[in-house]
């Protein structure tokens, strides 16, 4: 099985809400919310990815903030292959009022995200556990949240 390595990006704005992108693809039946963030590119590291990931994405070119977790799983995305998948989650903080935009995506992300939106916990909580992908971004979050009001 292949191995995959992936940069996730966790981004909170001032107001502590969380931005997630909404995935519709053919390995699951309904769409589902995910940090922005993607594969290495090969010679790439983890940060690099991060921070290339950020502005592809959205347009951001926010500092990468600490390494929050690391997970390993088994998965597929949109058009490829079941492959372990070797995650790792950071943090960037932004200003409230900062604009995100599909600077440059690629084919895939133009095909397979729907939407972005900015969550709070508690609009997480009304989505439901099976929104999210993976389903630990709620805990995640909370992790964080929990660190800034320990500040």
């Not at 992936?6 to 997630?20: A, T, Y």
Request: aromatic content about 12%; proline content about 3%.
């Amino acid at each position: 099985m292949k191995t995959r390595q992936c940069s996730r990006l966790m981004i909170v704005n001032g107001q502590d809400e969380l931005l997630l992108f909404q995935y519709k693809d053919e390995h699951k039946s309904e769409p589902f919310w995910a940090t922005a963030g993607g594969e290495l590119k090969e010679g790439e590291s983890y940060l690099d990815a991060a921070k290339r990931e950020l502005y592809e994405e959205t347009g951001l070119t926010n500092e990468i903030g600490e390494l929050l977790m690391e997970r390993e799983d088994i998965f597929a995305v949109a058009r490829s292959t079941p492959a372990k998948w070797q995650e790792k989650y950071y943090l960037v903080g932004c200003a409230s009022n900062c604009k995100v935009f599909a600077a440059q995506w690629t084919e895939e992300e133009k095909s397979t995200i729907q939407k972005w939106k900015w969550w709070s916990r508690k609009e997480m909580d009304q989505a439901g556990m099976d929104s999210f992908k993976p389903d630990c971004l709620p805990a995640l979050f909370d992790k964080i949240l929990n660190s800034k009001s320990n500040v």
